[in-house]
């Protein structure tokens, strides 16, 4: 089923709350939200672009599974930033070097996804 437009408003402004709702509202869409407030959709890729998408999630998911240290998340997979946006990465993955963090966003993100 293809999905429906999105329409609003330009200067449209949500707030985390209203963000999730809309989330509820909408699971077959992949949205994302900016540290203001600005809904942003993600459309779909065609059958090439999926295609080598596809062949690097399988290649960083073979990597994590070598060790314990690394996480692999789906495209769809949301990350609330420390700036307040809910972005969706392409190949999101996570981890660290020597049991060391490796930073930043990693650093977050296994915080997340423990």
């Keep these: 089923m293809p999905l429906a437009p999105l329409r609003s408003a330009v200067d449209l402004r949500l707030t985390p709350a209203q963000f999730e709702r809309v989330c509820a509202a909408n699971p077959e869409a992949v949205p994302e939200l900016t540290a203001r407030g600005q809904l942003i959709t993600i459309t779909p890729t065609g059958s090439e672009p999926g295609a080598g998408n596809s062949?690097?999630?399988?290649?960083l998911?073979?990597?994590?599974?070598?060790?314990r240290?690394?996480?692999?998340?789906?495209?769809?997979s949301g990350f609330h930033l420390p700036d307040g946006s809910?972005?969706?990465p392409t190949h999101p993955w996570?981890?660290?070097?020597?049991?060391?963090?490796?930073g930043?966003?990693?650093?977050?993100?296994q915080t997340m996804a423990a």
């Design 61 to 67: 998911k073979r990597f994590a599974g070598t060790s």
């Design 86 to 88: 809910v972005l969706s």
């Design 69 to 76: 240290c690394w996480k692999v998340f789906a495209s769809s």
């Design 104 to 109: 930043g966003v990693s650093a977050l993100l």
């Design 55 to 59: 062949a690097l999630l399988f290649q």
């Design 94 to 102: 996570c981890g660290s070097v020597s049991g060391r963090s490796s």
